[in-house]
Every structure is written in C-alpha cells, then in structure tokens.
C-alpha cells in the first residue's frame, strides 16, 4: 500500500487552498501533517478521501489514480476517515454508529463481529455505552466513536483529522496511545493535529504545510528540534498558533 499526493492544486471558488502540493505515505507508517489554521491540512485530507475535487494533480493509491474515483468507492478501495469534530451521528446508539462504518462493506456476519470486537478492544467505553445514543457522550468518547466508526471499514490507510481537538490532557494522552496501538496493528495513518508535539513524537516522518504549501520535509523526530518548527508549533503560543 502506498498513498502518494502529486503537486495537488485544489480551490474554493477563487482561493487556492493547495498550491502543488506533493506527499507520500507508505505502508505501516504514520505520517503527520502539521501547520496553522487555514494552511489547509483539512483540505488535504478532504480531498484525498474525495470529498472536495481535485483541480490539478494527482492522488495515486495502490498504483492508482483515484482523482476521479467518487468518495464511498474511495471507502472501499481502503480509504476511511476520521472527520475534524468528529461528525457522529447524535441520535444513533453508538453500536449503530459503528455499524455505519461497515455500511458500503458487502462482508459476512463473522468478519462484522470480529470487527466490532477489535474496536471494543481499543476502546472498551464503547462497549459499556454500546446502547447509549452517539449525542450524549462525552467529547473524548465521541473522539473514540468517531475513530471506531472509521475503523469498522477495515482501513489500508486511517485519515485522522484533529483527533484531539477539544480534549482534556489525559484524554489526549490516551487517544494518542490508541493510535499507535492501531498503527501496531498494522494500519497506516495519516493524521492532521493541533498538537505538534505529541503528533511528531509519533509519527515516523511529517510535513509542515503553511499557506497551501509543504515547506518542510523530514523524519518527526528530526522535525521536533528543528529550530522553525520549534518556534512556530512547539513553543510558548503554540496552541494559540493553531
């Protein structure tokens, strides 16, 4: 499995959101994404798993231009996503919600068990609230819906796009915990974050994209003492920048 982006150009109306921009992520890895508000890292996920259109460039998975492949057939070909605020449904049971994950998956009964089971695993608060409507959780366990519901389409690649927006501390933590446990288990992410520290901490390589353009390239680790990033996303104001 490999997810390449190649020098995508994608607008709203006028505004070129992504000015040519290029990644790539190749299987077992998890590669971050980072940048201020309206750089358009959003926007890059969107349009990876199809739901903004492409207006140059190219999105090749698995040796395959997907530029024209519409967004529920992307979710089939292995491309799931975890949107930015979670987008839940509010008045479905979380069990229902999770179903909805496997909605387009022509799958046998056994293969949905194992799957529910895998995703109670990683996250048990869904099973002990499996019959509690998807609304009335708390933010970390709509956070953990949220990437269940992703991962009931048995991903190649896991779009995650802000996983801890809007979380406590602790619940940052164990969010964070979790995703390395699913890339361990052997999916391959690509993860948008407001937390540049615990998002390069994890990931294997990274991109900082600013203003519709990738300026920086390299292994996380190297990116967490590089003097730019350090300034820009990991000192004081940090969280204000984003």
């Keep these: 499995m490999r997810l390449e ?4 150009s994608v607008y709203y109306g006028k505004i070129e959101a992504l000015k040519g921009i290029s990644i790539v992520v190749d299987q077992g890895e998890i590669v971050t994404l980072i940048g201020a508000n309206g750089a358009g890292k959003t926007t890059t996920l969107k349009t990876i798993s199809g739901l903004r259109p492409v207006t140059s460039g190219e999105i090749i998975f ?9 967004a529920y057939e992307r979710a089939d070909l292995g491309i799931s996503q975890a949107p930015e605020g979670r987008g ?6 979380v069990l229902e919600n999770l179903e909805m994950g ?11 068990s194992e799957d529910l089971a895998r995703v109670y695993e990683l996250f048990p608060r869904l099973k002990e609230r499996a019959s509690q409507a998807g609304g ?23 779009l995650l796009d802000e996983p801890s927006m809007g979380l406590a501390p602790m619940m940052i933590q164990n969010i964070f ?23 390069l901490s994890r990931a294997h390589r990274a991109y900082v994209l600013e203003i519709g353009k990738i300026t920086k390239e390299a292994k996380a680790k190297d990116l967490l003492n590089d003097p730019h990033v350090k300034s820009a996303y990991l000192g004081t104001g940090a969280h204000e920048i984003f």
């Design 136 to 158: 009335t959780l708390s933010g970390g366990e709509q956070q953990m819906l949220a990437i269940g519901r992703a991962l009931m389409a048995r991903p190649k690649v896991l």
């Design 62 to 70: 698995d040796g395959v231009n997907i530029n024209d492949i519409p």
């Design 5 to 8: 982006v190649k020098n995508l």
């Design 177 to 199: 915990n979790i995703i390395t446990e699913i890339n361990k288990q052997g999916v391959t992410i690509l993860l948008v974050e407001q937390n540049a520290q615990q998002a």
């Design 88 to 93: 839940i449904f509010p008045g479905m049971t």
């Design 102 to 112: 496997k909605y387009n998956r022509k799958t046998r009964k056994q293969e949905m």
